[in-house]
């Protein structure tokens, strides 16, 4: 079958993502329901508070600045350093259902990047068949990083969810020309960066796949829909910017992000992630948590004949560097490194496994024993990664299972 062959026609594909999306909501059923007392939670749930109690979008005033060990250098400023596009989320779904609202978009979060991946993998890879619509959904059912991210009140799971969406309306609006389009994926775009700024990360790798797309289609680049999309995008964060420039006098406040030195110091969580972890951490941690990546370079160095396939793999290559080398490049100057900060990489990474996944089966049987050995170690790297993702929402433990060699 050509590369350029369409995908085959039938809903057996969706069917099978359906049931692996039942199962994924049905197994984090099994996430221990308890008081989510980590900092992070607790810092959100009092900005949510504050909203509530109209004494805007800071800490000041809130018990939490009183209790010891709370760097109010850090937190008790003006305004908060994160943009407020999460905290609104769930202040939204406060208002209507309390603090399970937190866990709502949690699981909304969850959903959006399911279906999402499911729908750049879809737009990506050729054929999209019963076997890459199943690698992919199980995958995206149980991604490690997204099924820690969303068990907790945290901003990675709106993210990942919105910046996934995002990919996906580039992706169509490119394959189209269309501009309506382009300005639905700046407005995704732009709300994920109103939650956390690193969404921009993606568009280097998106903008390489938009033109794979575009090329598909058979059209020109489209560079009015493109600059629609970062109009647009731009314009819902520079909001953010004047609103911080306007009551802190600078729009890239000093503080906004990087813990303060006595925060470092005197918190032993703080300093272990600042100064004890090094920044090429994430070069240590990614291939163990999502061991999928491992056999997916592999197999993109190896298959490196096929155009198409050649092309969409770099580009995903390309958007999974850029955010770890950025992320690496700010633990060298004092932030904290965190592997739940380069979530981003999780959709790119599922997208790239099935692409080259699907590339080896679809070659034929194996004819060398460097084939087989592969086969074997992407059939292992799905389980594993798996079985990382269910241990995680089941036990409501660290995301990583301890492996012989330590951490």
């Known amino acids: 079958m050509s590369e350029r062959d369409a995908s085959p026609p039938g809903r057996g594909r969706w069917i099978v993502a359906v049931v692996v999306f039942a199962a994924a909501l049905a197994v984090r ?44 250098e850090q937190y008790g400023q003006k305004l908060f350093f994160h943009p407020p596009g999460g905290i609104a989320l769930f202040w939204v779904a ?19 990047f399911f279906w999402a991946t499911l729908a750049l993998t879809a737009l990506l890879v050729r054929p999209f068949g019963i076997f890459e619509a199943t690698v992919g959904s199980l995958l995206a059912g149980f991604s490690p990083i997204v ?14 969810a919105l910046a996934t969406l995002a990919a996906v309306l580039g992706l169509v609006a490119a394959r189209r020309g269309s501009v309506a389009w382009a300005a639905g994926a700046g407005l995704a775009l732009g709300a ?17 796949l938009a033109l794979i797309a575009a090329k598909d289609a058979g059209v020109k680049p489209a560079r009015r829909a493109a600059a629609v999309a970062l109009g647009t995008a731009a314009a819902c964060y520079g909001v953010w910017l004047l609103w911080r420039w306007h009551v802190t006098g600078t729009p890239f406040p000093g503080y906004a992000g990087r813990p ?26 990614l291939p163990e948590v999502l061991p999928t990546l491992v056999p997916a370079c592999v197999l993109t160095a190896m298959q490196s004949g096929r155009v198409r396939l050649r092309s969409i793999s770099l580009a995903l290559v390309a958007w999974i560097a850029t955010i770890v080398i950025v992320h690496v490049g700010l633990g060298a100057i004092g932030f904290s490194k965190v592997l739940r900060y380069v979530i981003l990489v999780s959709p790119a990474a599922i997208v790239l496994f099935v692409a080259q996944s699907s590339a080896l ?7 060398s024993a460097g084939r087989w050995v592969l086969a074997v170690a992407c059939a292992a790297a799905v389980v594993l990664e798996i079985v990382q993702g269910i241990h995680t929402m089941v036990l409501d433990r660290d995301l990583i299972i301890p492996w012989p060699w330590g951490l």
């Open 29 to 72: 059923r099994g996430i221990e329901i308890r008081a989510h007392v980590e900092g992070d939670e607790r810092i959100y749930h009092a900005l949510v508070e504050q909203w509530d109690a109209g004494r805007g979008y800071t800490l000041q005033g809130h018990p939490l600045l009183q209790e010891p060990g709370t760097d109010v």
């Open 94 to 112: 406060h208002r209507f259902f309390g603090d399970p609202g937190f866990m709502l978009v949690e699981v909304l979060s969850f959903a959006v």
């Open 361 to 367: 089966l679809r070659a034929g049987l194996p004819r």
């Open 147 to 160: 099924v820690q991210v969303t068990a907790r009140w945290w901003l990675d799971g709106p993210v990942v």
């Open 260 to 285: 303060m030195p006595r925060l470092v110091a005197t918190n032993p969580y703080v300093h272990y992630v600042t100064v004890e972890r090094g920044p090429l951490v994430y070069l240590r941690l």
């Open 192 to 208: 994920a960066a109103l939650v956390k700024p690193t969404a921009f990360l993606i568009m280097p790798g998106l903008a390489l």
